[in-house]
Structure formats: C-alpha cells, structure tokens
C-alpha cells in the first residue's frame, strides 16, 4: 500500500512539474497553477534564502505598449505574463569580485516568469556555467545551487496551497 502511494504521488509530481534544462546555460522550472501565487511565493523563498530581490520588471506589461507597433511580431508565443525579479546576495557578489573581478558581470542576479496555458515558467541564466573556468567558478556554483533551491523551494509551497 506505501509503494502505491508513493507512486501516486510520483506521478502526480511528473505530471504537474516539468523541470528541463533548455539549455545548459538555462535552468527553467515549470508547474501548472495560479502565476500570482507561484511569483509570491517564488519572492519569498529568494529573501529567505537571503537573496534579496532588488526590483522586479513586469515585462510583459512593458512591451504591450508596443503591441500595435510590432503588429505579427508581438508576442508571437502568446504569453500571458512575462515578469522577472532581480535579486542579489552582497556576501556572494564581494566573494565573485575578489575572485574574479569579470564574473560581476552577473550581479545583480534574474530569473524570469513566463505564463501560458495555466502555465508558469521560471527561467533562470546559471551562474556556473558562466564561471566555467573562472576562480570564481565554485562560488557561481554555491550561488546556482542556491537559486535553485530557492525555485523548488517556492514551487513546491504553492502546491501546498
């Protein structure tokens, strides 16, 4: 009986969370649900993992402005919402600078939301793979690691809700 479970519950995780790496530059997360709730929480999970969002860009809203501008380019992938949170971690952003001053080049940290179809996407450019061969490379590492807890970390509280 505790293995069936344990399959259903595996199978219920498969089937409402994609995690695939578009690239190996890119992490995204994927989970069907409320993109206001998963955002919120996605937010939270960052600060307490002491990465404090520093601005957050509601890109979507911004290019809508351009919608009859760019006529049958607008939003060819009919997203609902595109809106990102930019965040930083001073520890972390002094520890890359003193390693290799190049590698600020990705502070402040992002990661992107997108929306379709009851669909919310996190989008995230990994810091390690960027640091490849660089000294700072096992902070980036730390860093990606940390992000990405904070990702899952949110995703899974808004199945809880």
Not at 102 to 109: D, E, H, K, V, Y
Not at 112 to 127: A, E, G, N, Q
Request: charged share 20%; hydrophobic share 45%.
């Amino acid at each position: 009986m505790i293995r069936l479970k344990q399959m259903i519950i595996v199978m219920f995780l498969l089937i409402n969370t994609q995690i695939v790496i578009a690239s190996s530059a890119v992490y995204t997360a994927s989970v069907k649900g409320d993109f206001e709730v998963i955002y919120k929480n996605i937010h939270t999970a960052l600060e307490k993992n002491r990465l404090f969002v520093v601005f957050e860009p509601d890109i979507g809203s911004n290019i809508a402005n351009f919608e009859k501008r760019w006529g049958k380019d607008y939003n060819r992938n009919k997203l609902d919402r595109i809106k990102s949170m930019v965040f930083c971690n001073a520890w972390y952003a002094n520890q890359v600078s003193n390693l290799d001053v190049s590698m600020t080049a990705m502070c402040p940290l992002h990661i992107t939301l997108t929306y379709k179809d009851k669909i919310t996407s996190v989008h995230f450019v990994r810091p390690d793979y960027i640091a490849k061969g660089s000294n700072a490379a096992s902070v980036a590492h730390e860093l990606t690691q940390r992000v990405i807890k904070s990702i899952k970390e949110g995703i899974s509280a808004s199945k809880n809700k």
